[in-house]
């Protein structure tokens, strides 16, 4: 059969906006190349009107700069309704790009939803409150038992707490709370001997009086007992 009727042609994609944008940004490169042309030859035309005197020759020179720069106006032009084009297309991806992600969004928060919904279905109010309340009682239960294991024993309940300030305050004056050694400490401690006068400072080479030994036989003495 494709031999006899042959086969179609196949259908050539549609032009996205991305693609759109890609030409349109092209062709503006094209322009302003152009545009760089007509630019460098109206520079030429106006060094030679610079150094050229008033006459016919000026003025066909004059007449070609102002067709070169009606040119360069009407590439400008074209430039900017490009532009403008590329513009518009590139916000309206943004749009559609907005409108992507928000309905991305709307479709996660559904499937959030329904999910909570059916975990909830599980959930009991109800089982939550008791559970909460026998929490509590469990806690007060085990503070009672705290409080029952620290209780003092073989003390009277009528004990008034200021009498118990009041005698406590009777013992500091009673007592004196400054450091003192144990009579223990006392008796065990020998008596310190009293201080040795302290010796006469006697010089060695000095005779004593009524000795008839001259000095030299005194300063001599030690040696010889050495």
């Not at 409080?147 to 200021?162: C, F, K, Q, T, V």
């Not at 006469?200 to 036989?217: F, I, L, Y």
């Amino acid at each position: 059969m494709n031999r006899i009727f042959g086969m179609g042609k196949a259908k050539a994609p549609k032009p996205t906006l991305d693609d759109a944008i890609s030409s349109t940004d092209g062709r503006v490169s094209a322009v302003e190349a152009k545009m760089k042309k007509l630019e460098g030859e109206l520079a030429r035309y106006r060094d030679q009107l610079s150094k050229m005197r008033e006459g016919p020759g000026k003025n066909t020179v004059k007449q070609r700069a102002l067709r070169v720069l009606q040119q360069k106006k009407m590439y400008e032009s074209q430039r900017d309704q490009l532009m403008q084009q590329s513009f518009n297309m590139e916000s309206a991806v943004f749009a559609t790009e907005n409108i992507k992600n928000t309905m991305s969004t709307m479709q996660a928060m559904q499937d959030a939803n329904k999910a909570m919904k059916k975990q909830y279905k599980n959930v009991d109010i109800d089982k939550i409150y008791d559970m909460q309340d026998e929490m509590a009682d469990l806690l007060e239960q085990a503070n009672e038992v705290q409080e029952l294991m620290g209780r003092s024993y073989n003390l009277p309940d009528d004990i008034d707490e200021n009498d118990l300030e009041a005698e406590l305050d009777a013992l500091g004056d009673e007592f004196d709370f400054q450091e003192e050694v144990p009579s223990y400490l006392n008796d065990a401690m020998p008596p310190m001997p009293e201080l040795l006068p302290e010796a006469p400072n006697v010089n060695v080479n000095q005779p004593v009086p009524g000795d008839s030994r001259s000095a030299e036989n005194f300063r001599a003495e030690p040696a010889l007992r050495m």
